[in-house]
């Protein structure tokens, strides 16, 4: 196959163990990942030429390289918060698409909340406060207030109530009841959400991500490898990304995320509409982030989110377009930049492999086409990933 024209595929994903992980590291969490995403594909180790990985070491994805006994020819450790790995998903089927390497693994491991209940970190892990970020650190500025503040600003501009973005956690609590392995499973309803304690305003607990352990890892293979699977392929069918702002004043607009680019820019290299998406896995530290994520990839007019996330719309039964069918990092987990677990869960959706959660048309079939839009930082970095069977 000429370089550039290689069709790329995912051909294995798994997560290790998640939830509650104690007594563990972050790096054994990656190799049992990536062990078990190798044996969903069934493919060898060995031909595994790429590697991509963010967020853990000094030297990542040199470190992780190592520790899975790799020696890739091509390498990626873009980190931008929770898109990272959508951002990498698009690097590596470039790659892979221009003949630079044959089959790329992506794969991520954290034991966030081990390590807060050991004492080997706070809460409240700080960005730092040099360069853009020292005009906003002494005032106090937390990550979860600038996302505080710009679900405000929507609600403002337009007329979305508390009410509605409660909605979002919701149904991903009822979506989670379907996920065995969803750290939260048990029913919420508005006003359990509502009457939560407030965490910054207007987001009470219930609106923000848990807090978990967990890992996973996709493996990516040029379309000649295929036949050599164990599982069906589905294939990246078109890539977004984008980088917006990190200072808060250099935002233009609080209610226009950066999924509006990357968004774009993956359907349109994808030759696909938003309204022929089946499901959409999209990153939730925050309720607002999928009202507006949802906006900004264009299932619903600009201010609309609000009544688009009612009546169940996003719940896996009954639902016109189930959103994180796993129950999202509202409920399920949130190890961190849980960007890599958007993809894992929309393949095995693609696949007819998610048991009790799946997402079936109306014959009884699995959906063909499905989206994965990572968010980083505050808003500030988008990465979307349009896939097909």
Same mark, same amino acid.
């Given at each position: 196959?000429?370089?550039?024209?290689?069709?790329?595929?995912?051909?294995?994903?798994?997560?290790?163990?998640?939830?509650?992980?104690? =007594?563990? /590291?972050?790096? !054994?969490?990656? $190799?049992? %990942? #990536? &062990? @078990?995403?190798?044996?969903?594909? +069934?493919?060898?180790?060995?031909?595994?030429?790429?590697?991509?990985?963010?967020?853990?070491?000094?030297?990542?994805?040199?470190?992780?390289?190592?520790?899975?006994?790799?020696?890739?020819?091509?390498?990626?450790?873009?980190?931008?918060?929770?898109?990272?790995?959508?951002?990498?998903?698009?690097?590596?089927?470039?790659?892979?698409?221009?003949?630079?390497?044959?089959?790329?693994?992506?794969?991520?491991?954290?034991?966030?909340?081990?390590?807060?209940?050991?004492?080997?970190?706070?809460?409240?892990?700080?960005?730092?406060?040099?360069?853009?970020?020292?005009?906003?650190?002494?005032? =106090?500025? /937390?990550?979860? !207030?600038?996302? $505080?503040? %710009? #679900? &405000? @600003?929507?609600?403002?501009?337009? +007329?979305?109530?508390?009410?509605?973005?409660?909605?979002?956690?919701?149904?991903?609590?009822?979506?989670?009841?379907?996920?065995?392995?969803?750290?939260?499973?048990?029913?919420?309803?508005?006003?359990?959400?509502?009457?939560?304690?407030?965490?910054?305003?207007?987001?009470?607990?219930?609106?923000?991500?848990?807090?978990?352990?967990?890992?996973?890892?996709?493996?990516?293979?040029?379309?000649?490898?295929?036949?050599?699977?164990?599982?069906?392929?589905?294939?990246?069918?078109?890539?977004?990304?984008?980088?917006?702002?990190?200072?808060?004043?250099?935002?233009?607009?609080?209610?226009?995320?950066?999924?509006?680019?990357?968004?774009?820019?993956?359907?349109? &290299?994808?030759?696909?509409?938003?309204?022929?998406?089946?499901?959409?896995?999209?990153?939730?530290?925050?309720?607002?982030?999928?009202?507006?994520?949802?906006?900004?990839?264009?299932?619903?007019?600009?201010?609309?989110?609000?009544?688009?996330?009612?009546?169940?719309?996003?719940?896996?039964?009954?639902?016109?377009?189930?959103?994180?069918?796993?129950?999202?990092?509202?409920?399920?987990?949130?190890?961190?930049?849980?960007?890599?677990?958007?993809?894992?869960?929309?393949?095995?959706?693609?696949?007819?492999?998610?048991?009790?959660?799946?997402?079936?048309?109306?014959?009884?079939?699995?959906?063909?086409?499905?989206?994965?839009?990572?968010?980083?930082?505050?808003?500030?970095?988008?990465?979307?990933?349009?896939?097909?069977?």
């Amino acid at each position: 196959m000429p370089p550039g024209n290689r069709k790329v595929a995912i051909t294995g994903v798994a997560l290790s163990d998640c939830g509650r992980v104690d =007594g563990t /590291t972050p790096y !054994a969490l990656h $190799a049992q %990942a #990536a &062990r @078990r995403a190798l044996a969903d594909a +069934g493919l060898e180790r060995d031909l595994v030429d790429g590697l991509a990985s963010a967020g853990t070491g000094t030297l990542a994805p040199a470190e992780i390289a190592e520790y899975l006994g790799l020696r890739p020819t091509w390498v990626d450790s873009t980190a931008v918060g929770g898109s990272t790995w959508e951002v990498m998903a698009a690097h590596a089927a470039d790659a892979i698409a221009a003949g630079h390497a044959n089959a790329v693994l992506l794969v991520y491991g954290s034991t966030a909340r081990a390590d807060i209940k050991a004492g080997r970190r706070t809460g409240t892990l700080s960005f730092g406060a040099r360069g853009p970020l020292q005009f906003e650190a002494p005032y =106090g500025h /937390t990550l979860i !207030a600038k996302y $505080a503040m %710009a #679900a &405000r @600003r929507h609600m403002i501009e337009h +007329g979305t109530t508390v009410e509605q973005l409660a909605q979002v956690a919701v149904q991903a609590r009822a979506n989670a009841a379907l996920n065995p392995d969803a750290m939260f499973r048990d029913p919420i309803t508005v006003d359990d959400v509502l009457s939560g304690p407030m965490i910054a305003d207007p987001f009470t607990k219930l609106h923000c991500c848990i807090r978990s352990d967990g890992g996973a890892a996709v493996l990516l293979a040029a379309e000649e490898y295929v036949r050599d699977c164990r599982t069906d392929p589905v294939w990246v069918l078109g890539t977004g990304e984008y980088v917006s702002h990190v200072s808060m004043s250099e935002w233009p607009d609080f209610t226009v995320s950066p999924a509006a680019v990357s968004g774009r820019l993956a359907f349109e &290299r994808a030759g696909v509409r938003p309204e022929e998406i089946e499901l959409a896995e999209i990153y939730d530290a925050f309720t607002y982030m999928t009202l507006v994520t949802l906006e900004d990839l264009g299932f619903c007019a600009k201010g609309e989110g609000g009544a688009f996330v009612e009546k169940g719309r996003l719940q896996v039964e009954g639902g016109d377009l189930p959103v994180n069918t796993d129950g999202g990092g509202l409920s399920a987990q949130h190890p961190g930049m849980r960007g890599l677990f958007l993809l894992v869960e929309a393949v095995r959706q693609l696949r007819g492999e998610a048991g009790a959660r799946q997402v079936r048309r109306r014959d009884g079939s699995a959906p063909g086409l499905a989206v994965a839009s990572g968010t980083g930082g505050w808003f500030c970095s988008s990465g979307t990933v349009v896939l097909g069977r």
